[in-house]
């Protein structure tokens, strides 16, 4: 039974349920808008408003990005679930929709049942860098460097559930060191220390990463792919600088909540789809370290079927680890 079907059976009859099918057929009157549950300015933020300029000209409406950062990417996915299921509410959020559901065991909304999937959008590799006077050349001797001084030494991430947050503790667990960290309200802010050198090392998105690395604002040791990453290509992987089966990528997936009609929902993802095709956001895109799913990732079932296989994927490793947000 599709959503729509399951929306409109309340009404039990076709006096109510057609002027849903009339508002799915005028979709969208009005602007739309994406929460993004991260700060301004990161990775999340980079990716949610490159397609929002791409589905503005597919719909013929403005699609706003709006902030709302906190609780490891947590409160913007709340946002989503309780907002109206009509279409004008969605969220771009990443590889935390997959391992949120296990980390958080209290929550104010259904991390899993709340939304409904529109598509992937995209896959980014991230990189481990540091402040730009860390004393450490190479990965190795970041390795070293960490071992030694492992008490003055701290990683800054966007809290429980973020991307940076699970490569830190893959970091972490890789060198059995554990290091403080320093949560802030997504890897923007996060930059911003590192460049300031107030925090030491962070392991983010290369959407956050790339300009700072090219223009010498920070160090790199590695990228977190089994292949190099075109756009910084004198980076080795992680398993040739030292660190093998280290390997991280984000997923980002644009998401309404549940109950949204299933007419808007795939007007929604074509619109998505044209947005990840227009060649100024494969280019940026590219320049970013990154390039478009394919179109048939671009989804509403797609875009499912590898979100569950992902909450399944995740769900064992963050019981063995023992790590909860409560
Ligand atoms: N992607 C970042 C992370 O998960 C958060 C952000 O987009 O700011 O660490």
Known sequence: MSHFTRRALPALGLGLAAPAIASA????????????????????????????????????????????AGAGGSLGAQRT??????????????????????????????????????????????TIVARRDFPANNLQELIEVVRRDRE????????????????????????????????????APAMADLMGGRVDILCDQTTNTTQQIASNQIRAYAVTTRERVASLSDLPTAAEAGLPNFEVSVWHGLYAPRGTPAPVVERLSQALQAALREPSLVERFAALGTAPVAQARATP??????????????RPVIQAAGQFAD
């Open 25 to 68: 057929q005028s979709f969208p009157t009005r602007n739309i808008s994406i929460v993004v549950p991260f700060a301004a300015g990161g990775p999340t933020d980079t990716v949610a408003r490159l397609i929002a300029q791409g589905m503005t000209a597919n719909l013929g409406q403005n699609v706003i990005v709006e902030n709302v």
């Open 152 to 187: 003055r030494i701290n990683l800054a991430n966007a809290g429980i559930g973020a991307a940076s947050h699970l490569c830190g503790l893959l970091f972490q667990s890789a060198l059995n060191v554990p290091l403080t960290t320093v949560p802030y309200r997504g890897t």
């Open 81 to 126: 679930a309780q907002a109206r299921p009509d279409g004008y509410s969605l969220l771009v959020h990443h590889i935390g929709m997959s391992t949120i559901p296990t980390l958080y065991r209290r929550l104010a909304y259904d991390p899993v049942n709340g939304f409904e999937t529109i598509g992937l959008i995209t896959e980014v590799p991230m």
């Open 301 to 314: 079932a797609a875009h499912r079927e590898f979100w569950q296989a992902d909450i399944a994927r995740w």
